[in-house]
């Protein structure tokens, strides 16, 4: 009780986005005690950037300082954890290193880009024994957790027809052309790795795996970039092969004018279908063979475990994305907290998202990406 | 002023669904004088729902007896347009016959169950000059008009990418054993053709078709049956390539539990999009690039004419799915009163769905289904 | 089977907006057949929209031509039933004479400007034991009924607290002053008797007094005339004591700019409640005290008799405005037909709404602009 | 930058509600140092709660006892600012202390039970030139303030009819017999003062006037008791007469079964109308007389600068409830801040509610109950 996690992060300095996410989640529950960072791959900048956070003495100019000089400190002192915020291109060399010194990891996603990346880490992190989260925060929202459980549970009876969107319409015009600084990472190949099935299709891949508990084992797609100029892709359609014969159907764009972050799944099954919109998070809607429409909310306390585990509110009283990040991330501190007394944190069983969660995104950027290229059905594993 | 279309109804008795719709939408606006029928293939039920109806010594125990007695009718008495409502495969023939007899037809979709049935019958009305109209009634909203028109106008710009749905839950379970009327005949591949993809398909291929204005070039599909012993499809997903470089994803099933009649259309084009909800028709959400999102009403001075003229109440009195119907029955009252006068009616300038559209949608049903077949991306016309 | 009732019309000509309303509801179930009317108080109007329906012979130059006249016909020939829908402080004369002529009327709402026209009515309607149905629409809403139903089988428990709005944008300017003919006349306290309370208040009312079954007790109120230089009022606010110690706040308002046809009802009972809005009519939420939230949708198996019987289409086929209307039209057909064989209307135990409600609706004018006069709360029956 | 306000807090133990909420509001931006606290009124709890926060040595067994420690620290060791979130009852008491010794207080609302206590406070925080905040905490939303900075801008014009509403439905049950600690203490007299009134009318008083920017001027209510055996209020409704010749009718309950946290308002003026509903905070429906009807939503380029300030995520990614708290939270940080210098803080020109506000509310549930047993209209001024 009233313990924290030493924890120390690598890139989110000013002017990023999601680090800022990161450092609010984590700072919600109480949980985390950030001593350290490596804010930017701009020294100038990740020492300015430590000063904003109060971090005078541990704000080091490049991660590889912090590595070393963390990995110096007695082990009561040094962190324990380090989130990994910086471009996709980086997060393997950077994870790599933490994990094989000993360090716990956060990962945001797309956790690398490219397979064999993805298998190196999962694997280090195996070896390791560590805890290599990946960020697939939207599966840190009740509801969401609700909708897994309810379909374990047998809510819905044997999947059918699952579809699954992410629609946004922020790159709809060449804002990389404007230097833009989110557009710009993520549009270019070097940095990204992929377009908008990258940056967004694993979210949609996660959550249909992690509500429906399905594996994919067959893709057909059509991956398009309307932008003109633009060097990744910034659309993408798929159909998809489930295990257990269920279908589902997968689209993702960031070319969706007016759409803001549009992610939503809906899953048919035998007996019953439940719906969920990121953008009204705290509602399912589970309907039933017998004609029942029913509305879920989170804080109800008809709902399940898991759900009730991540609720900090009563209904009524919207939570929202940084409380659904911050779930991973209270889950995340309870898997290294127990880590103290020397256990070896076990992926296999782990409530958050994981590296091994991480590779299968990564090798479904690849498999869309190869089903489009061919034109025709292709299988997850070939 | 006052005019009204001497009409007759081949099906469309006691127990049937669509008759009814039909004939109050025939009412609506009074443009219609329901005179003779050939309700059922059951001469004795025929006569008992032709009385029902008021329909005293015209109430046909067939249609051949229909079309024989009216064609010896002086012309001012005889009708002048018969609406087919009967099983599907049975269309054909029966359009078929009126039309060479010199009678406009209204037919319900899809239109004919072969690809050739339904050229012979668009080559026939052609020929005849006569008024073929097929019952896309969805596209009778006034809300989808203006969909249309805004595109037309440009309202979003270039077409980029479309999603279309129609999603029904009522077939989920295996109706058709239970002797279900609506059930039996849609799932009997002898009468239906198809199963989804008929039935629900042709209504998501026609509204895409006739709110983005453009055309299908290559369809990629999937086609499933998820009820066991089920002998027709009852689930679909395409990605389809369509004229001008854009992209769809249409998807439709009657196995989504929970779902009633869920078609829906969302357009994104360049430089805005636009979203129709059939279960909430009489509104249309309209984002754009600039960071607009406007609802749009049924009803409001600010609408374009083809809106205002599908019009029947002012803004908040909900007009529905009856309304709808009666607007191309409007629409194909007027094209039958200018024939009067011996004018041909042409089909390439209809402001009602025609039998052009009708062989498109049939066409449609067999593209997805060799698409399905053989797992690669088709073309439209091989 | 098949028989349908010889009906008239007073008021309603061209440029009338609820006229058109009530023939179309009319014509929807095919059971009524117009063979005469006087459409508008000047007699070449009303010859020129007779003729634009058809009605060549029998069209009136006005209503006591068109009461003598068909008097003089024989039983059998002569309109059975007669709607009125002239402007508000006509109802009462021509009502009256219809009534004590032996027709059955169907009178607009709010059915007189006076109380005591009020009574009058009611009263002669009961001597002369014809149907005297006044046209509160909104009750022919299948969902309405339902609601009603439930309310009635102990699905909310005891009333306890009633919120019921109708809230309008379209008078928030001075449109009468343009001429606009719907607003001249509504505005005009010589034809209107009241402005917005008697427009709408007595829908708001009727809607209470109908889901409820709860009888009014006492009204405290606040009545506004917001536009400058208008004649009556267009807003006003009550709170209301009900039967059972049922407490409601009922708003209206007709400058609501951005409001359409905003009516709903909310019922809050001791176990649960029950919603309902216009805009969206085919919709019920249930919640019940052990947190299920459910909607209900017209169509669906479940629902009670009432909602089954008032229903056309399966759910998810939009009904509307017309169709309810056209309920109250289909049940009055049926006690029309009914007193076919000499038997007497009894109001007390109509389904539709009759005399007695359109009394208490003029009741409720007066009430709410004496206690918004008086600034006490005042009581029903004083 | 990097400072963060020393910071304590009086009540908020172990299973109190809204003390978590103060907790994890000043954490989210990271502007808040807990340094003491007195958790509860019982001495071996308060001590567990502080442990269980990590506060090993300043967790004191009571406020008084973290008043005379806190005062005798050198100033830059004490804390600067102390949160309120005790019992309605004994806010008066605890507040005063602290603002006489010149610490800032951050106090929940209902500040006090009775208007005097509320005068006196207000006066004293005056006098001290300190920071006195009550947490008003709907008024942190982005949307929020985006209303109130729209309607000081024009966008409704003159404000003409408003409406608001806090429904719930978690004390329709005799839950304080059940021993539930927040119904029991808010449903005790001499703890909260008022029932519902107080605890959520204060919310809706405040919301109306914060972004209409009107006063009361004159009530009219209508309070009750529907739980049997329940000694405060559980439901009003009042009519109010606002600045300016506005009305507004504004309804609270805690017995709505099935509503969860339902605040909302809707302003109509002469050009136009904003609706909010808390319950999809990040969303604001505006409407103008021209027929446009705008969605807006939080993180909008367009949005105005209060509601910039107040955001933290983009469009699509919800903030909520907690979010809204912390803005509340950070703009009293920002005030106490600049306190240091030794500036007295000016709680007229606040941008945040203060003592002057939480008097209005106390005088607010003064004037319901003083309505409501008179049953006439009742100035705000007698």
């Given amino acids: 009780m009233g313990q924290r996690v030493r924890w120390g992060m690598v ?4 002017g990023a986005f999601i680090g800022a996410v990161h450092r609010a ?3 919600l529950d109480g949980l985390y005690d950030l001593q350290c960072a490596a804010l ?13 956070l109060g971090l005078t003495d541990r704000g080091y100019s490049g991660w590889r300082e912090m590595l070393d000089r963390e990995r110096s400190l007695p082990p009561e002192r040094r962190v324990e954890a380090v989130s990994i915020v910086t471009p996709n291109h980086t997060h393997h060399e950077i994870a790599r290193a933490f994990i094989d010194a000993g360090f716990h990891v956060l990962i945001d ?3 690398t880009t490219t397979v064999e990346q993805a298998c190196d880490l999962a694997a280090a992190a195996e070896r390791a024994g560590v805890v290599a989260a990946v960020t697939y925060n939207y599966s840190g929202y009740p509801m969401v957790r609700q909708a897994a459980e309810m379909v374990r549970a047998g809510a819905v009876g044997a999947v059918r027809r699952v579809y699954v969107e992410h629609h946004q319409g922020w790159l709809a015009t060449k804002l990389e052309a404007a ?3 989110q557009a710009t990472w993520r549009t270019d190949p070097s ?8 940056d967004i299709g694993t979210h949609a891949e996660h959550l249909l795996r992690f509500v429906t508990g399905l594996e994919i084992e067959a893709v057909c797609a059509d991956v398009n970039t309307f932008v003109p100029g633009r060097r990744v892709d910034d ?4 159909l998809l092969r489930l295990t257990g014969g269920a279908r589902a159907a997968l689209t993702i764009s960031q070319v969706c004018v007016g759409e803001q972050n549009n992610l939503n799944i809906r899953i048919h099954g035998e007996l019953g279908s439940i719906e969920w919109r990121q953008e009204s998070p705290d509602f399912l809607e589970f309907r039933r063979l017998d004609g029942l429409r029913q509305t879920l909310t989170r804080g109800m306390p008809s709902l399940g475990v898991a759900a009730a585990a991540a609720t900090r509110l009563p209904t009524g009283h919207p939570e929202g ?3 659904a990040f911050a779930n991973i991330y209270k889950d995340v501190a309870f898997a290294v907290l127990a880590c103290r007394t020397g256990a070896r944190h076990d992926m296999h069983r782990s409530t958050f998202p994981t590296a091994l969660d991480g590779l299968r995104g990564v090798r479904f950027v690849e498999r869309v990406q190869a089903a489009a290229r061919s034109g025709v059905w292709t299988a997850w594993n070939d």
Same sequence: chains 1, 2, 3, 4.
């Fill in 109 to 111: 996603k797309p956790m």
């Fill in 235 to 238: 659309d993408a359609a798929a």
């Fill in 321 to 323: 994305f940084i409380e």
């Fill in 40 to 52: 930017s791959s701009d020294p100038g900048r990740a020492r300015e950037s430590a000063l904003g």
């Fill in 25 to 27: 989640a984590a700072a």
């Fill in 11 to 14: 890139g989110g300095g000013q």
């Fill in 179 to 181: 230097g833009q600084k």
């Fill in 191 to 198: 940095c990204a790795g992929a377009g908008a099935i990258g």
